[in-house]
DNA sequence: ACAAAGCTGACACGGGCCTGAACGCGCCGG
DNA sequence: CCGGCGCGTTCAGGCCCGTGTCAGCTTTGT
């Protein structure tokens, strides 16, 4: 897996790549936004380890660039602020988790793990259930061959109702793949996406459980 | 998946108790190392959720006895002890994650799902009993290949009843799998789920033994 | 036969869920 | 600079089914 750090302290920076590294990943260091943008430009990265204080502007502006763009690489952001506000700021500029400095740095190649397990789990980069392609790469679903244009929210729950089709999936599981955690959300969201969702890839393909929660059905075969 | 939680303060082990459940996990709550024992052997978990100050002994104790007769459930320990001794005293001890108290109830559930995962991905963790297959993972049930549709109540008698197939479980034990500790239940609820479960999945599947209890039959083969 | 225990159909209620609509916000084109 | 648009979020209204309760019946043990 590849890895791009972004992080101007030299003894965290320099802790953090051989950590990784040491971990079986290829590590790209940036000391700056500049530095990353041009890595970014020659190579692809599956997971960004994001520092938000930089000398040249914050790692929020370019995790704002890259989900504009379509990047769809996890993102971590390794931050000192420890307050709830940036936290939900960089959440919802679509950061995938949040550790803040300073970390147990067996705690990040866990999460770094985490999101290399993800990755590792599937092999095929479109995957089909019933009439629906779902293809994670590139964050494109298809209905009966048509491409289907979903927002970052809806793609967010079909995703992680995809993760294990069939199964019935908890709101709160659904609410946590949403928001990440440090966020709370106090209406029913999540039934909102879940209505959108089925205009767009038909009423049929979420089952509701009343009490338990929701399923994806992989049409029975 | 089977949660282990074992926690002394009964306000703290409730309210994780609802909320990991409210994830989707069957959750059972020890008060101390005596009943965890006790829990652990009948059943098997695939995460433990650990305080170490317990009245009768320190969780790390049942932790390193986990370990010695080779039980590789993932293990969280929740403590109000922050040192940095005790954490790394944990983890040395085989535990997969540390958390401090208070920690934050969406923290914990986002652990919870991260081990989850983990585990999702193993090969199919259904049980077959008789012409029933039990999908814990997923909350499914089958029979004869065929998905039933069960009520969040229904799942829970049924699943309490499978986690010792062929014993005789009391009715008092069943509603307490039912209801939150403290809840109250006036009438014969119990006699009523079972009533509705066995029109579901089969009449002779739950035997009533007079006086003691239900017994799901293993159809004895 | 009698009492205790369990079974079963019916029913009212509450809350989980659905859905349309409205509002604020950031982004883009004019 | 401004108006439109897409998206995220919240809210209220209404539907519907799961849930709990009860009454009457059947079964079991003595």
């Known amino acids: 897996m590849r890895v791009l750090l972004v992080e101007n302290d030299k003894m965290i920076g320099s802790a953090v790549r051989d950590h990784v590294s040491s971990s079986g990943h290829a590590v790209d260091w940036a000391e700056d936004l500049r530095t990353a943008r041009d890595l970014q430009a020659v190579a692809s990265y599956e997971l960004v380890l994001l520092d938000l204080g930089l000398p040249d502007g914050s790692g929020l502006d370019l995790l704002r660039e890259m989900r504009r763009r379509g990047d769809a690489a996890a993102v971590l952001i390794l931050s000192a602020r420890d307050q709830i506000a940036s936290r939900i700021e960089g959440l919802n500029a679509g950061a995938d988790d949040y550790l803040t400095k300073p970390f147990d740095l067996a705690e990040l190649r866990a999460r770094v793990s ?108």
Chains 1, 2 share one sequence.
């Open 114 to 221: 985490a999101v290399s397990r993800r990755y590792l789990s599937q092999p095929s980069p479109e995957r089909r259930i019933g009439p629906l392609g779902i293809d994670s790469a590139n964050r494109k679903v298809t209905r009966d061959g048509e491409t289907l244009a979903l927002s970052a929210r809806e793609w967010a729950v079909l995703e992680r109702l995809a993760r294990s089709p069939g199964a019935i999936v908890a709101k709160s599981e659904i609410e946590d793949a949403l928001y990440a955690f440090g966020a709370e959300v106090e209406s029913n969201t999540v039934e909102v996406y879940v209505l959108r969702l089925r205009k767009k890839i038909g009423r049929e393909m979420i089952a509701t459980v009343r009490g338990m929660g929701y399923q994806l059905v992989g049409n029975g075969g």
